[in-house]
């Protein structure tokens, strides 16, 4: 299945939010990243694989919010915990370049991290004996909505937040 509202060449798209069982492991169909939403880019930043990355990208994050207006900075420890998730996961299991780009309105924020993996991302089934595998859970529940798309050779994973804790709507017309 594709999806065509960007018009991105029917590149397949992955959403976080399908309304079923949220232990599910695969994610449902979803919009491309800033699709019919105009925003601000607030931050765009690339982001080497090294121990000190999530860290830095956190402290960009909140430079970036601390400017933006009301609401935005009210939600600056969600954006961090999503954006560091996101980020992680984008340097654990997908391919350099990895690239962070955050997209403001007026009382919402996307983040989208790409990296040249082309290979989307699963959420693992929730175990107590697992360490590690809770991170698009913890972006599961703090975001809005989420999803994955192809992008020609790799992959957008992106993320929205609301201060009202609802997508963004796209402009009418």
């Known amino acids: 299945m594709t999806n065509r509202n960007a018009g991105a060449e029917d590149a397949p798209t992955v959403r976080g939010r399908s309304g079923g069982d949220?232990?599910?492991?695969?994610?449902?169909?979803?919009?491309?990243?800033?699709?019919?939403?105009?925003g601000e880019l607030l931050l765009d930043l690339c982001?080497?694989?090294?121990?000190?990355?999530?860290?830095?990208?956190?402290?960009?994050?909140?430079?970036?919010?601390?400017?933006?207006?009301?609401?935005?900075?009210?939600?600056?420890?969600?954006?961090a915990i999503v954006a560091g998730e996101l980020v992680t996961n984008a340097l654990l299991h997908g391919a350099p370049p990895v690239r962070l780009r955050l997209v403001g309105g007026a009382a919402w924020v996307?983040?989208?991290?790409?990296?040249?993996?082309?290979?989307?991302?699963?959420?693992?089934?929730?175990?107590?004996?697992?360490?590690?595998?809770?991170?698009?859970a913890l972006v599961d529940a703090l975001a809005a909505d989420w999803g994955t798309t192809a992008n020609g050779g790799g992959k957008i994973v992106w993320a929205e937040l609301a201060a009202d804790g609802?997508?963004?709507?796209?402009?009418?017309?």
């Open 47 to 79: 982001v080497d694989a090294d121990a000190s990355a999530v860290p830095l990208v956190r402290r960009r994050l909140s430079a970036a919010l601390s400017a933006a207006p009301p609401p935005l900075p009210q939600l600056c420890a969600d954006i």
């Open 166 to 173: 609802h997508p963004p709507s796209p402009p009418a017309g």
């Open 22 to 38: 949220p232990a599910d492991s695969e994610a449902a169909l979803g919009s491309p990243p800033s699709a019919g939403r105009a």
């Open 110 to 136: 996307r983040i989208e991290v790409n990296d040249a993996s082309e290979v989307l991302p699963v959420r693992p089934r929730d175990t107590v004996e697992s360490m590690t595998g809770r991170g698009l």
